[in-house]
């Protein structure tokens, strides 16, 4: 019987190297080291794992197991704005993640960046904000997109009718393009339907919150901060745990002190490291500091994650034209061009002329990723996918992929020392 003919990406010593990308790195690196290059990263919610960022998908009940799907949109927001801040949004995400600072692979990457004699965009999925507040410094304004968003800001959102003109539009450009048309008389149509119901957070600006109007709003969102700097209750552990914290609060005013003890792995607060502000009994300095460490050691295996939100009598509104508020987070039904915090424009020509791909911690389950991954097979350019096990992206004739195994916060670091002995 003739022996089955193997690839070389299936050749058993090309299989080790792709699943364990032991010797990827250095080859990374020298596209990193090459002055004309273009590498794009890709960052997903892996990367924000070790920071502590909460992921929603650990109990039963966690949001990307329920109905976000039909949620998380502008056509279910505008069903009942108020009722979509208070029954959905607000008890599935914290208002902003001001408690969490960058982990070893934010930093790798912004060092990596200053470092590298070529060009180095960042493209993150996340809507964390970390990526802005590494202790290195490095050009973000220009060379990040966050693509998805960012918590702690928020958009207008055009009429219903104004919206599907400009999707109409919006089509009829890119179908143009495809084509090499002209798409200037589309182009000054789609600004001139704009004008008529225009407002500058629907798409130019983003609101932040201490522009949120009305007044009594505002306070409800943010705890009564007067710039608007939220201070969100996250819980975060067993179920156990979130019954011990209800006992201690039902007996706070009988015994202070026990219900603190009791209480340790109670809360977090996701604006501060240390809670200045909270709903449980006083806890001693030693007591906050075992709740942030037992609360960072237990936040990957967390059995689900609840939010304390506040109850809204009416939406927040635009302070310009008083219409309802939406998170500046991409619905699903939106596209990447519906706001132009997500720099579609951008990041397309990012994708367009990359010489390499570098994902890390994600899933490959949206669309800026499919679109890189097509980007990557249509000119046959490297793909680095720095990921968990369960995250490996297989190699084809076509995708020229290199699995890098093991946690993003550590391969990260590993390239940087890498790159830094050849630059």
Same mark, same amino acid.
């Given at each position: 019987m003739p022996k089955r003919k193997t690839s070389a990406a299936t050749q058993p010593g090309n299989r080790r190297r792709s699943i364990r990308g032991a010797n990827s790195l250095p080859t990374l690196a020298e596209i990193l080291n090459r002055p004309s290059a273009l590498t794009v990263f890709i960052t997903g919610a892996g990367l924000s794992a070790?920071?502590?960022?909460?992921?929603?998908?650990?109990? +039963?009940?966690? &949001?990307?197991?329920g109905d976000v799907w039909t949620?998380?949109?502008?056509?279910?927001?505008?069903?009942?704005?108020?009722?979509?801040?208070?029954?959905?949004?607000?008890?599935?995400?914290p208002l902003q993640f001001d408690g969490y600072v960058p982990?070893?692979?934010?930093?790798?990457?912004?060092?990596?960046?200053?470092?590298?004699?070529?060009?180095?965009?960042?493209l993150t999925?996340?809507?964390?904000?970390?990526?802005?507040?590494?202790?290195?410094?490095?050009?973000?304004?220009?060379?990040? &997109?966050?693509?998805?968003?960012?918590?702690?800001?928020?958009?207008?959102?055009?009429?219903?009718?104004?919206?599907?003109?400009?999707?109409?539009?919006?089509?009829g450009i890119e179908d143009a393009e495809s084509k090499n048309e002209d798409v200037s008389a589309l182009e000054d149509e789609k600004r001139r339907r704009r004008k008529a119901t225009w407002c500058k957070y629907a798409d130019e600006r983003s609101i932040a919150p201490r522009e949120i109007v009305p007044e009594k709003v505002r306070k409800l969102m943010f705890c009564g901060e007067e710039e608007g700097e939220g201070k969100v209750i996250v819980k975060m552990g067993t179920s156990e745990d979130v019954q011990r914290d209800a006992d201690a609060d039902a007996d706070a005013d009988a015994d202070a002190d026990a219900d603190a003890d009791s209480d340790v792995q109670g809360g977090v607060n996701a604006a501060v490291a240390v809670p200045e502000k909270t709903p449980y009994a006083p806890m001693s300095e030693r007591q906050q500091m075992k709740m942030i460490l037992d609360m960072m050691e237990q936040e990957r295996d967390a059995d689900f994650v609840e939010v304390e939100a506040p109850i809204l009598p009416c939406s927040p509104l635009c302070p310009s034209c008083n219409r309802p508020l939406l998170p500046q987070a991409l619905m699903f039904d939106?596209?990447?061009?519906?706001?132009?915090?997500?720099?579609?424009?951008?990041?397309?020509?990012?994708?367009?002329?990359?010489?390499?791909?570098?994902?890390?911690?994600?899933?490959?389950? &949206?669309? &800026?990723?499919?679109?890189?991954?097509?980007?990557?097979?249509?000119?046959?350019?490297?793909?680095?996918?720095?990921?968990?096990?369960?995250?490996?992206?297989? +190699?084809?004739h076509s995708l020229n992929v290199e699995n890098v195994v093991g946690k993003a916060e550590e391969t990260l670091v590993q390239l940087e020392s890498i790159l830094s002995s050849i630059v």
């Amino acid at each position: 019987m003739p022996k089955r003919k193997t690839s070389a990406a299936t050749q058993p010593g090309n299989r080790r190297r792709s699943i364990r990308g032991a010797n990827s790195l250095p080859t990374l690196a020298e596209i990193l080291n090459r002055p004309s290059a273009l590498t794009v990263f890709i960052t997903g919610a892996g990367l924000s794992a070790a920071s502590g960022i909460p992921t929603f998908r650990h109990s +039963p009940d966690a &949001v990307w197991k329920g109905d976000v799907w039909t949620s998380a949109t502008r056509s279910a927001w505008r069903k009942g704005s108020v009722g979509w801040w208070n029954d959905f949004w607000l008890k599935s995400f914290p208002l902003q993640f001001d408690g969490y600072v960058p982990n070893s692979g934010h930093e790798a990457i912004a060092r990596i960046s200053n470092m590298s004699r070529g060009r180095v965009k960042v493209l993150t999925q996340n809507v964390d904000g970390l990526h802005q507040k590494t202790n290195e410094s490095w050009n973000h304004e220009e060379n990040l &997109v966050e693509a998805h968003g960012r918590l702690g800001l928020y958009k207008c959102v055009p009429t219903e009718e104004q919206e599907s003109d400009d999707d109409d539009l919006q089509q009829g450009i890119e179908d143009a393009e495809s084509k090499n048309e002209d798409v200037s008389a589309l182009e000054d149509e789609k600004r001139r339907r704009r004008k008529a119901t225009w407002c500058k957070y629907a798409d130019e600006r983003s609101i932040a919150p201490r522009e949120i109007v009305p007044e009594k709003v505002r306070k409800l969102m943010f705890c009564g901060e007067e710039e608007g700097e939220g201070k969100v209750i996250v819980k975060m552990g067993t179920s156990e745990d979130v019954q011990r914290d209800a006992d201690a609060d039902a007996d706070a005013d009988a015994d202070a002190d026990a219900d603190a003890d009791s209480d340790v792995q109670g809360g977090v607060n996701a604006a501060v490291a240390v809670p200045e502000k909270t709903p449980y009994a006083p806890m001693s300095e030693r007591q906050q500091m075992k709740m942030i460490l037992d609360m960072m050691e237990q936040e990957r295996d967390a059995d689900f994650v609840e939010v304390e939100a506040p109850i809204l009598p009416c939406s927040p509104l635009c302070p310009s034209c008083n219409r309802p508020l939406l998170p500046q987070a991409l619905m699903f039904d939106e596209s990447y061009s519906s706001h132009s915090f997500y720099q579609f424009d951008k990041f397309r020509e990012w994708f367009k002329e990359a010489d390499a791909f570098v994902f890390m911690g994600t899933s490959f389950a &949206v669309t &800026v990723t499919d679109m890189a991954v097509k980007e990557a097979k249509k000119r046959r350019i490297p793909v680095f996918n720095f990921n968990l096990e369960s995250g490996r992206l297989e +190699p084809s004739h076509s995708l020229n992929v290199e699995n890098v195994v093991g946690k993003a916060e550590e391969t990260l670091v590993q390239l940087e020392s890498i790159l830094s002995s050849i630059v």
